[in-house]
Structure formats: C-alpha cells, structure tokens
C-alpha cells in the first residue's frame, strides 16, 4: 500500500529528493559556478536498500535542481558514501591530457558481505565525469584501495595537499580515522591513524572530513568532523569534531575533550564541499538512524540541513570551537520583517501571533540580549500541537521540547526534549532559529550552541509567545517569513 503524501512535511528550502529514500551527503563538489550535492539514494524505495548516489544542483545554494542517478550499484556492490574533486591537473589519467576530470572516490559495499569474505566487504573505488557532474563512469580499476582486514572501511574524503602534491584521504576505520595519501588518486599509501581511544565511541565511527580553518587569533587549525552512530549527545547519530594540527601525514589534537558540531538529534554525516577554498560550507543529512526509516513523510524520506558555514570562535572558557552558522547565502530567502524591535524589556509575555501569520511555519527569528536569563518560546498551531525551546539560566542549557510537536508515535524515541550546553562566556547572547516545514535549525550564542530538530506538526505554527523568567533585555529581536526555494 502506497502511504498518502504528506505536502504538509515538504520543506520549502531545505532539499529533499522528489520521492524515495536519501541519507548522507557525498561528493559536495563546487565546480564551474555550480554547487553539487549528491546523496545516499535509494531509488526505488522509501527505506534504505541497495544504496545509489543521488544528484542535485545549485548555483545559490537556495534552489536545488534534482539531476539523473549518477552512481548506481555493480558487480562490486552498492555505491557508499564518498566525496568528489576536481582533478585539476588530471593526475588520476581519468580524463583525456590536459582536461580536469571530475573524480569521486566511493565505498565500495559488497551486496553479499559472506561472499565477499566476511570483514572485507568495504572497499575504495573511483568514478570520473567529462561532463560537468551530469553522467559518471566507474574505473575499471575498481577497487583502487582495498580492504586491508577491517569490518568497517569506509567514507572517503578526498582533500589536495598542496605542500606535498598528494591527494589525502581520510577514511572511516571503525574506531578510528586511517588517513592514506596518494599523488594519482589510485595508489594509496597509509600515512596515520587517529582516534582509537580518543574522542566519543558509543559508535562506530564514520564520515570524516579534515579541513583547515583560521582560529580568531589568525593561527590556522585543523578540524576533523567525525560522525558516530549511536552515542550522540541526545541519543542516536551526532557529530562530533576534533580541533589539531596536521602536518601533512598525522592529525595531532589540541586536547582529547569530546565536541559536538550539534547537540540536536537531526544532523548527522555532515561534510564539507570542495572547490570552496574562502569558507568551510557544509551540509548534513537531518535525520537520524534511530527513526530515519519510520518518519511519516512521503513519498521522500529525509532532507538536508540548510548549508552552513564552520568558522573557529572563542567560546566558555577561552576554548577554541567550532561554531556554525546558516550560509550567508541563505539571507536571500528572508522576507520584509513582521516584527522589529530595538532596545526593549521582555518583561511581558511577548506574543508572536501578528508576526507569524501568513508565515506558514516558515521564518526566521533572531533575538540578541546584554543579558542572558531563562525564557520559553512556546508555538503553537491551531489543533493545539506545540514546539517549546528556550534557555535555562540555572542549567546553562538551551533546549527544545517536541514531545507534543504533532506526530510522533512513528519511534519511541521521537518524542523527547533536547538540549545543548551554553558555550559562550559572558551574559550577551544570541539567538537563530531557521524554521521550515517540519524542521527547526537552532544557532545560539553565534552558532556555539547548535541543535537541528524535525518534528511533524498537523499545521503550521501560527501562534506563539516568548515569555522570560525574569525581565530580560533585548538589543534586538526580528521575524522575517521565509521564502519559498521550490
Ligand atoms: C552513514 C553511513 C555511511 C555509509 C552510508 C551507507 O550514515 O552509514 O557510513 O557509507 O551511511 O548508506
């Protein structure tokens, strides 16, 4: 039986395939103008199965063009998780002398893991596209990094090194990152292995992704992502993140604390695009392994965060982190605002009604005060469903309660709150909530505190109060209605 379609989850401006299952980002490649995003893709059913990538397009990062399969499963197995670059000066020989091939490197996941050997069913391939991304030729080369005994390997990230002229690849080994370098992207050579020990392992450890990023004082660090599933910090997939130094061959961490890139269930194998050298843009799958098979959404399943810019912030403390914040190019969605205000008192509860009508559930709200006390905001739709989120002075935590958001009995584990602790030091805060059909995006104290979260409510918020604890100052406090980038 064919479920019903559900128009009422379809985000406006987060992407989603038209039908059918998606999960991980893989071969987010800027190339020519144009951004690629291609996806875990299952195109024949709503659930996970023989996994595809998936491909859309971009040129804003706002609206995204769904494109043909581009990698489809062979005799090797299905097509895992990977990324793409473009190979500049054709080192890989994938394309005819002096052309610049696009080259994806892909897991390899062998459909019959017994036949294949058991433990040695992951395996690194290539495929090359000439025409821009649109159509892929696997390398008849394939495997070009084979299973050295290890249950899980997986998840290439392709980055150059231009001090050594050698292609990295960070690669998911279980419970640890093995990092393998090539020059012609076929020959792999072990360089180091990270993370054994180190770090959150209530997981198994995937989709890494090591980039360098300018701290505030002008140094440069590097930043290893690694996903884990389960073992986040509010139950199921998270991603954590490591903050070092890597000189050329080994990641050396600045300490061994845990950090979440987001506390919120709904991010998870995020990963950052090539061909973008002045910004580490991003993108993450927004759902989680605990439900990401029974959400009621159809006829897709999943969509992706809004892309998002990682920059180094001082936060609590004068720790180095890695903060995120919504891409600048999202900006262009937001419409004229339907509340502004400077330099008030939240002394009343605040009712937001006025300016979330005619919303549809989709705006933008940011709030900055001097002076950080405890406050609820609280929505509310006209079948009575609510979303409450807010912060807690004495815990020190921001927070998001969807337990009575709408549907949620499709997972035990659904309906629950969320929080994220405060990460900024000092009382002057600030607030970003990015909320679209069925998902909020929240960015706290500039992007230190960051949860994503869906939720299926039977109607759009069309009402709602803020309401502070104890009279709270406001510098300023906005609501712009989102646009719609379908
Ligand atoms: C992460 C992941 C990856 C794998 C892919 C399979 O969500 O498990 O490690 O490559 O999904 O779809």
């Given at each position: 039986q064919v479920p019903a379609a559900t128009p009422q989850w379809r985000p406006a401006f987060h992407y989603t395939p038209q039908a059918m299952w998606m999960n991980d980002p893989n071969g987010l490649v800027f190339h020519q103008g144009v951004y690629h995003l291609f996806y875990q893709y299952h195109p024949h059913s709503a659930v996970w199965g023989p996994m595809h990538w998936g491909h859309a397009t971009s040129t804003d990062l706002l609206r995204w063009q769904e494109q043909p399969v581009a990698l489809a499963p062979d005799v090797?197995?299905?097509v895992?998780?990977?990324?793409?670059?473009?190979?500049?000066?054709?080192?890989?020989g994938l394309g005819p002398a002096g052309s610049q091939p696009l080259v994806a490197a892909f897991t390899h996941h062998a459909m019959d893991a017994d036949r294949a050997g058991g433990i040695t069913h992951e395996r690194q391939s290539?495929?090359?596209?000439?025409?821009?991304?649109?159509t892929w030729t696997p390398y008849a080369g394939n495997p070009v990094l084979p299973n050295p005994g290890r249950k899980d390997f997986r998840d290439p990230k392709l980055r150059w090194l231009p001090e050594r002229q050698r292609w990295l690849m960070a690669l998911a080994c279980g419970d640890r990152i093995c990092f393998y370098s090539a020059a012609d992207l076929k020959h792999w050579e072990l360089e180091s292995e990270f993370g054994a020990g180190l770090g959150a392992h209530g997981g198994v450890w995937e989709c890494p992704d090591l980039f360098p990023l300018t701290g505030p004082d002008g140094r440069q660090r590097w930043v290893l992502l690694v996903s884990l599933t389960p073992g986040?910090?509010?139950?199921?997939?998270?991603?954590?993140y490591f903050i070092g130094e890597f000189d050329g061959h080994r990641f050396t961490p600045d300490d061994t604390q845990v950090r979440w890139l987001d506390f919120g269930p709904d991010n998870y194998a995020g990963v950052t695009w090539s061909g973008v050298d002045d910004r580490a843009l991003f993108i993450g799958?927004?759902?989680?392994?605990?439900?990401?098979?029974?959400?009621?959404t159809a006829p897709w399943r999943s969509a992706m965060t809004i892309p998002r810019e990682?920059?180094?912030?001082?936060?609590?403390?004068?720790?180095?982190?890695?903060?995120?914040?919504?891409?600048?190019?999202?900006?262009?969605?937001?419409?004229?605002?339907?509340?502004?205000?400077?330099?008030t008192t939240l002394a009343q509860p605040l009712d937001l009604s006025a300016a979330l009508a005619g919303a549809h559930g989709r705006f933008m709200l940011r709030l900055a005060t001097p002076a950080l006390a405890s406050f609820t905001m609280s929505l509310e739709n006209a079948v009575g469903e609510r979303l409450r989120l807010g912060h807690d002075a004495d815990s020190g935590r921001w927070w998001i309660d969807r337990r009575a958001s709408g549907e949620t009995a499709f997972h035990p584990a659904f309906a629950a709150q969320h929080s994220a602790?405060?990460?900024?030091?000092?009382p002057p805060s600030t607030l970003e909530?990015?909320?679209?059909?069925?998902?909020?995006?929240?960015?706290?104290?500039?992007?230190?505190?960051?949860?994503t979260s869906l939720f299926f409510s039977n109607r759009p918020w069309s009402s709602g109060t803020l309401t502070a604890a104890t009279a709270m100052p406001l510098d300023s406090i906005d609501v712009h209605p989102l646009g719609d980038a379908r």
């Open positions: 090797l197995g299905m895992f998780s990977g990324s793409a670059v473009v190979d500049v000066d054709n080192r890989s290539l495929a090359s596209s000439l025409d821009g991304g649109l986040g910090p509010n139950g199921g997939s998270a991603t954590q799958w927004m759902s989680n392994w605990q439900y990401a098979t029974q959400v009621p990682l920059v180094l912030r001082t936060g609590l403390g004068g720790q180095l982190l890695l903060a995120s914040q919504p891409a600048r190019d999202m900006a262009a969605l937001k419409q004229p605002a339907t509340l502004s205000a400077r330099q602790p405060r990460l900024a030091d000092g909530l990015w909320f679209d059909s069925g998902s909020v995006e929240f960015f706290a104290d500039g992007g230190l505190s960051t949860m």
